[in-house]
């Protein structure tokens, strides 16, 4: 499916979710999308989950290889949801992030404020979580096999290349979690296969 069939799925305005497993190619497939909808004059927000984490205190406190650490305390949705979700939804000021990944540290970031037609373009793993999933009034899941996914990680991080690498285990066994207790594909509005994808 190309990016301008994905565009003309989309609502007029509203919050769209871009799922997948780590390596899957969310960001770079919503930023692609992102330009395509600019082009066509439509308003796009970008943001990430990844500009929500917990601190470190919270995310290791099951222990640093732990897959359900990596799962269930990864990120602080009360905040993305009170910070983007539900004030962007609500035609209110929003902020697009609340953490510091870097510095481990809660941050302040500018209100701001969209116009009406705006879309708010999301990229992030979990997304169709249960606490989540409700907010979307569109979503993809970018379907990629662990092989895959894991050896692009390999190729931008440095990181092992196998799925079944110790290494790897926190989080690729953390999100065979997610898929197990969400179905993202099933609760996703529009599945993409993206092995073949960037």
């Not at 497993?21 to 497939?29: E, I, L, N, Q």
Request: aromatic share 8%; charged share 25%.
């Amino acid at each position: 499916m190309t990016l301008d069939e994905v565009a003309d799925l989309l609502p007029a305005r509203g919050l769209v979710a871009v799922d997948g497993v780590d390596g899957a190619g969310k960001t770079t497939f919503c930023d692609a999308l992102a330009v395509v909808l600019r082009a066509r004059g439509r308003e796009v927000v970008r943001a990430s989950v990844d500009d929500f984490h917990h601190p470190r205190a919270v995310r290791w406190q099951r222990g640093r290889t732990s897959p359900e650490g990596f799962f269930l305390d990864s990120y602080d949705y009360e905040r993305f949801v009170s910070h983007l979700l539900a004030p962007f939804a609500a035609g209110q000021p929003f902020r697009r992030a609340s953490h510091d990944l870097g510095t481990d540290e809660h941050v302040d970031v500018p209100a701001e404020v969209a116009p009406p037609s705006a879309l708010l373009l999301v990229d992030g793993i979990f997304l169709h979580r249960d606490e989540l999933v409700a907010h979307w009034d569109f979503s993809v899941f970018l379907h990629v096999e662990f092989a895959v996914s894991v050896a692009r990680m390999a190729a931008r991080d440095g990181s092992p290349p196998d799925p079944d690498d110790p290494r790897n285990h926190r989080y690729v066994e953390g999100q065979r979690l997610y898929l197990a207790a969400c179905d993202p594909a099933a609760r996703a509005s529009l599945v993409i296969d993206h092995g073949d994808g960037p």
